[in-house]
């Protein structure tokens, strides 16, 4: 697994990747489609979307004599898994800090804010 979100990490890293992941958000593209706006060749653009597929995070087809890429949503899902396992374990880990530290609780606060008043 951890080679896996490296992939996914590696991939997204590069900016100009990211800006290819957010044009396929919005549906499936042509290679000269995602081209288009990005200041690269075409074969540049080809070497970023074999990035993207390497990481299981773009799939691609043939369609005619052109290429349609689109995202995979299961590399993203294995992504968001990976991260959510992640923050449920911080979150407990400061939820015990809160509990050792006793950190201080909403009526704690309006407590101070009373007082400061007075």
């Known amino acids: 697994m951890s080679d896996d979100i490296d992939a996914v990490f590696k991939a997204l890293a590069?900016?100009?990747?990211?800006?290819?992941?957010?044009?396929?958000?919005?549906?499936?593209?042509?290679?000269?489609?995602?081209?288009?706006?990005?200041?690269?060749?075409?074969?540049?653009?080809?070497?970023?979307?074999?990035?993207?597929?390497?990481?299981?995070?773009?799939v691609s087809r043939k369609a005619g004599r052109t290429r349609v890429h689109e995202l995979r949503k299961d590399g993203f899902a294995r992504l968001e898994r990976w991260s959510a396992s992640r923050r449920n374990r911080y979150e407990a880990r400061l939820d015990r800090l809160d509990e050792a530290v006793g950190a201080p609780t909403a009526s704690d606060s309006t407590d101070q804010t009373n007082q400061k008043g007075t």
């Open 14 to 58: 590069n900016p100009a990747r990211r800006d290819i992941v957010t044009r396929l958000v919005y549906g499936p593209a042509t290679t000269s489609a995602l081209a288009g706006p990005l200041d690269m060749s075409l074969a540049a653009v080809v070497q970023h979307l074999q990035h993207l597929e390497s990481a299981d995070l773009v």
